[in-house]
């Protein structure tokens, strides 16, 4: 069984900076999603297991930056210049299988509990 546990999420201004962590059980191809109330989950970004791939949502590109510590087991979403349509609950994924970048919810099989994050202009 596979264990995902977010951190790092909060309450911020637009054009703040936040970090979120996720903290997994083992090390597999990761990604971030997030789900705005009454919205559908949607992809933010992944990473392959070995971090030479990498890949984001056309509403996050240049602003959120994903990365991680294999040694720790541990992805981490940088946001940057946040908005208001960024607040969402954000939820960290692990896919098993082929290495890979994935960007369909259901391409992963393992969520996190998810996080808040919440942009106030």
């Known amino acids: 069984q596979v264990q995902l546990v977010e951190s790092g999420g909060g309450l911020v201004q637009a054009g703040d900076s936040l970090r979120l962590s996720c903290a997994a059980s083992?090390?597999?191809?990761m990604g971030w999603f997030r789900q705005a109330p009454g919205k559908d989950r949607e992809f933010v970004t992944s990473i392959n297991w070995s971090s030479s791939n990498t890949y984001y949502a056309d509403s996050v590109k240049g602003r959120f930056t994903i990365s991680r510590n294999n040694a720790k087991n541990t992805v981490y979403l940088q946001m940057n210049t946040l908005k208001p349509d960024d607040t969402a609950v954000y939820f960290c994924?692990?896919?098993?299988?082929?290495?890979?970048?994935?960007?369909?919810?259901?391409?992963?099989?393992?969520w996190g509990q998810g996080t808040q994050v919440a942009v106030s202009s």
């Open positions: 083992g090390r597999y191809p």
């Open positions: 994924a692990a896919r098993l299988g082929i290495d890979g970048v994935y960007s369909g919810v259901y391409e992963y099989h393992y």
